[in-house]
């Protein structure tokens, strides 16, 4: 039987690149998103190569999650990996200037929403055992305040966090946790952030080298198909075109 995935936010960026990745080396893939007819694109991009089941599904609700879980095909039972990727910024506006449904969205889905996921997984990932793995996809922007993160900075700290305290109360069960935080880099990030600002998005990425999802793809495989003694806690990873600038002074 193929090894499984759980890659929830496939429908793009990150999460589709990661669904390729581990479909090219033969896992079977369970795909989450909101935007079914995208999942039906990558569904028959990858069926040809490998099992594909997808799920169309607001990770914010938990009922709906708890269930697709409970109720997965035995095909896809046996899930070893777990790629919590489903997330958003909005509001890059101060925080003085932002609206509160804003910090609620990003709220419910990087934090509530992941946590949905992860509860309702956990008793599969013990089951599989020796191997298994929650990748968590934080940010830098969960290290390094910068203007404008507000909310979206405070739930990447949360699932880095989290990550670290899962790994307490899985020690022993051979499931592993690691928070993957990347920096810039070029998907529907920022065009979700903008609400659909495409020159906006464009200028952000324009004259630079931004990571690519591949790249983050290629690491979420390389974490989860490490020995299964080793842990990597967490992988922060910037386009080698990004670095961290100097603090910011009010002066009179
Ligand atoms: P994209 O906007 O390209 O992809 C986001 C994915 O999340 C989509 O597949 C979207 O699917 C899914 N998603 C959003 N909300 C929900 C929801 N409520 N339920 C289910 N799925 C949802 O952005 P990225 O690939 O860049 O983002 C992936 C992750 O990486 C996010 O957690 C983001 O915070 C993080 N990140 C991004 C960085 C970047 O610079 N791009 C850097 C660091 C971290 P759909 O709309 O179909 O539901
Ligand atoms: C996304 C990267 O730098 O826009 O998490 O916050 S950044």
Redesign the pocket.
Known sequence: MNDIALI?????????ATARRFADSGWSVIL????QE?LDELQRELEDKVPVLTLA????DDEAISRAIADLPDAFRQVKVLVN?????LAPQPAQEAELADWHTMID??VT?LVNVTHALLPTLIDTGAGASIIN?????GKFPYPGGHVYGAT?AFVQQFSYNLRCDLLGTGVRVTDIA????E???TL?RTRGDKEASDALYRGTTPLQ?EDIAEQIFYVATLPAHININQLEIMPTRQAWSKFAVDRD
């Open positions: 929830t936010g496939a429908t793009s960026g990150f999460g589709r989450i998103g909101r935007r995208r599904l607001d990770v914010r990727n489903a997330g958003l910024a889905t990087n929403g996809i934080g940010s830098v922007a990447k990347p920096g810039m880099a998907t529907e990030f979700v999802p």
